[in-house]
């Protein structure tokens, strides 16, 4: 998995692109949660449920299905007042499901475990993306915090901080030339 860092920085990214105006701390934070809840499914271990189960890591959590149900139910449950009824809730759906489908979709670029299962629960079958670039995390906290979790940090930042830097400045430019004409 990447870890909780990237996935964050995934959705606050992701935040950034969503409007240019400003947005309340319950956005972000509820953009940062569904951008890292998926790895909840890491307790599935403690119960005795196998890896490669649909509720092993990196199944349902992981899938796109979990990220549209997920995503709406936190814009139905968290934005609830007028000004986000219609098009404005659409949009916050569609801003949570692309935040918690970021999670398998990073996941899917990493260099270990078993894939993910984009389309749980009509297929269990664990899929990477053609380009596994990203170093794994480890599920440990305790593992992070030594060589290992430098070495993902330093991996994160070249395939995920990077390019969000780039994106972002590029928006930010865009807007500001688009808001000049």
Not at 96 to 115: K, N
């Amino acid at each position: 998995m990447a870890s909780a860092f990237s996935h964050a920085l995934a959705a606050v990214t992701l935040g950034k692109l969503y409007s240019g105006k400003k947005q309340a701390a319950k956005f972000w934070v509820l953009g940062i949660v569904c951008g890292i809840f998926p790895d909840l499914d890491v307790l599935s271990f403690k119960f005795g449920i196998p890896y490669s189960h649909m509720f092993g890591h990196r199944g349902i959590t992981h899938s796109f299905f979990f990220a549209l149900v997920f995503g709406g139910l936190i814009a139905w449950a968290f934005f609830r007042e007028d000004i986000y009824k219609g098009r404005n809730r659409l949009k916050l759906w569609a801003y949570f499901f692309a935040c918690t489908a970021s999670h398998g979709i990073l996941d899917a670029l990493t260099t270990g475990g078993r894939g993910v299962a984009f389309w749980a629960p009509f297929s269990g079958e664990r899929i990477f993306l053609p380009w596994k670039v990203i170093r794994v995390s480890p599920i440990s906290v305790s593992d992070f915090f030594g060589e290992w979790g430098i070495r993902v940090l330093k991996s994160e930042l070249y395939w995920i901080g990077i390019p969000c830097f780039v994106l972002l400045f590029s928006v930010w430019l865009f807007r500001k030339l688009m808001s000049s004409n």
